[in-house]
């Protein structure tokens, strides 16, 4: 009787926490178009990253193309058409990429959305705090609330992370440094203090002869670097990168596709330290390839000399025998 009493129990206790799990499963669960939680819908995560810096903990935010792809590489998901259609506001860039929002738009049947344009280039100090600035404001209009105090810490933070890139660049020298770019990394690179000597568009616009004629040019300009953008692929410049003995690389224009790149701050910050220790790595190789060819002709020098020197001595010894 002790054991039946016992047993169930029990079995009610189980049964308790099997119920108290799903109830707590049901209570957590994320309901997408809360009243409570306005919808905020961005193009890219260079919106939404600075929304999210803004209002993250107020609203829920949703981008549409991911970071690691080119916004003309997204595809409309029916989870996007539901979230536009709740949406209470949406930042786009107005570029050619973003072909597809008015399709969206469209689909979704919100004729009441707040569509705010954020244009121009994102990806230097100026560019992203300029991106901070409109973004800020409209987002305290349309919520009625002060985002000062967060829009001032988000702007020093990009002037300290702007004062630092400089003067590591200054330290460097890379003003006499020469490379050729992808087009939508130009206006980083140069602000960095780079030469660039040529730059290229995407992948798929570029000819057989057109990627043979920068290789020649990053030949004849000794071109120490070749910088891809990571959404537009990277096969062309680490081709062009392989055939001139320069340094390939990837830098990002858009935050989160890369670990701690979260921010527009954060990833300006990766892609200057990126293309800083290229360019310590491709002097270093210099260096070693100049001690390699120092160390060539050393050894030529001295694999000639030892010939000579038996050439003198087998002479000698001729010499030698016909006296004797």
Same mark, same amino acid.
């Given at each position: 009787?002790?054991?039946?009493?016992?047993?169930?129990?029990?079995?009610?206790?189980?049964?308790?926490?099997?119920?108290?799990?799903?109830?707590?499963?049901?209570?957590?669960?994320?309901?997408?178009?809360?009243?409570?939680?306005?919808?905020?819908?961005?193009?890219?995560?260079?919106?939404?990253?600075?929304?999210?810096?803004?209002?993250?903990?107020?609203?829920?935010?949703?981008?549409?193309?991911?970071?690691?792809?080119?916004?003309?590489?997204?595809?409309?998901?029916?989870?996007?058409?539901?979230?536009?259609?709740?949406?209470?506001?949406?930042?786009?860039?107005?570029?050619?990429?973003?072909?597809?929002?008015?399709?969206?738009?469209?689909?979704?049947?919100? *004729?009441?959305? *707040?569509?705010?344009?954020?244009?121009?280039?994102?990806?230097?100090?100026?560019?992203?705090?300029?991106?901070?600035?409109?973004?800020?404001?409209?987002?305290?209009?349309?919520?009625?609330?002060?985002?000062?105090?967060?829009?001032?810490?988000?702007?020093?933070?990009?002037?300290? =992370?702007?004062?630092?890139?400089?003067?590591?660049?200054?330290?460097?020298?890379?003003?006499?440094?020469?490379?050729?770019?992808?087009?939508?990394?130009?206006?980083?690179?140069?602000?960095?203090?780079?030469?660039?000597?040529?730059?290229?568009?995407?992948?798929?616009?570029?000819?057989?002869?057109? =990627?043979?004629?920068?290789?020649?040019?990053?030949?004849?300009?000794?071109?120490?670097?070749?910088?891809?953008?990571?959404?537009?692929?990277?096969?062309?410049?680490?081709?062009?990168?392989?055939?001139?003995?320069? =340094?390939?690389?990837?830098?990002?224009?858009?935050?989160?596709?890369?670990?701690?790149?979260?921010?527009?701050?954060?990833?300006?910050?990766?892609?200057?330290?990126?293309?800083?220790?290229?360019?310590?790595?491709?002097?270093?190789?210099?260096?070693?390839?100049?001690?390699?060819?120092?160390?060539?002709?050393?050894?030529?020098?001295?694999?000639?000399?030892?010939?000579?020197?038996?050439?003198?001595?087998?002479?000698?010894?001729?010499?030698?025998?016909?006296?004797?």
């Amino acid at each position: 009787m002790d054991f039946l009493d016992k047993k169930g129990i029990f079995l009610i206790l189980a049964v308790w926490i099997v119920l108290l799990c799903l109830s707590s499963d049901i209570v957590t669960e994320p309901v997408r178009g809360n009243s409570d939680s306005p919808i905020i819908v961005c193009t890219t995560n260079v919106l939404g990253s600075i929304v999210e810096q803004y209002v993250g903990n107020q609203t829920e935010v949703v981008v549409l193309a991911q970071p690691g792809l080119c916004p003309a590489d997204y595809d409309i998901k029916p989870s996007d058409i539901e979230a536009v259609s709740k949406a209470k506001v949406l930042f786009y860039h107005g570029i050619m990429g973003e072909y597809w929002l008015d399709d969206l738009i469209e689909a979704s049947g919100n *004729t009441n959305i *707040t569509k705010i344009k954020i244009s121009g280039p994102w990806n230097t100090p100026e560019g992203a705090k300029r991106y901070i600035r409109w973004i800020g404001g409209n987002l305290s209009q349309i919520l009625g609330i002060d985002l000062n105090e967060t829009m001032n810490a988000m702007i020093e933070e990009i002037d300290r =992370i702007s004062s630092d890139i400089q003067n590591e660049a200054a330290s460097l020298g890379v003003n006499e440094t020469k490379v050729i770019c992808m087009q939508w990394q130009a206006s980083f690179v140069s602000w960095v203090g780079f030469d660039v000597v040529a730059t290229y568009g995407p992948p798929q616009m570029l000819s057989t002869a057109d =990627i043979q004629n920068l290789t020649e040019t990053a030949k004849k300009e000794g071109v120490a670097l070749v910088i891809d953008n990571l959404q537009s692929g990277t096969e062309v410049g680490n081709t062009i990168a392989t055939e001139c003995n320069a =340094i390939h690389v990837v830098l990002s224009n858009f935050p989160g596709a890369l670990p701690q790149t979260e921010t527009l701050a954060k990833m300006i910050e990766h892609n200057a330290r990126e293309l800083f220790y290229a360019v310590k790595t491709w002097r270093g190789t210099r260096e070693l390839r100049a001690q390699n060819s120092s160390l060539q002709t050393q050894l030529m020098v001295f694999q000639s000399t030892t010939v000579i020197m038996l050439v003198i001595a087998v002479v000698e010894a001729i010499l030698l025998y016909r006296r004797k």
